[in-house]
């Protein structure tokens, strides 16, 4: 059984950082497009970013271009999104994704969501 499972949210001042973990078992992260996307209140979910497997390249929204970063640590089987000068904008619950056939493919697993709230 899959199981991705986010981590490391919070509330946070604007200005501020969070590291978020997204931590998969029952599959290997390295195998797939490794994706972070976000749904504030009475919008729809949009991406952020991801990381594929197969190039190294990422990808960011241009709303969080210059302040988030993606990584993925193979020996851990856990994603990260290192989320610096955060903005009240950027509230939202934060969700990992996977999809095996690669990022321009359907993400198949996903999270239950970490909720990031930031303060103005």
């Known amino acids: 059984q899959v199981r991705l499972v986010e981590s490391g949210g919070g509330l946070v001042q604007a200005g501020g950082s969070l590291r978020l973990s997204c931590a998969a078992s029952?599959?290997?992260?390295?195998?797939?497009?490794v994706g972070w996307f976000r749904q504030a209140p009475g919008k729809e979910r949009e991406g952020v970013s991801w990381?594929?497997?197969?190039?190294?390249?990422?990808y960011y929204a241009d709303s969080v271009k210059g302040r988030f970063t993606i990584s993925r640590d193979d020996s851990t089987n856990t994603a990260y999104l290192e989320m610096n000068t955060l903005k009240p904008e950027d509230t939202a619950v934060y969700y990992c994704?996977?999809?095996?056939?690669?990022?321009?493919?359907?993400?198949?697993?996903w999270g239950q969501g970490t909720q990031v709230t930031v303060s103005s």
């Open positions: 990381i594929s497997s197969k190039t190294g390249n990422t």
């Open positions: 029952g599959y290997t992260l390295s195998y797939a497009c």
């Open positions: 994704a996977a999809a095996h056939r690669g990022c321009r493919a359907r993400f198949e697993y």
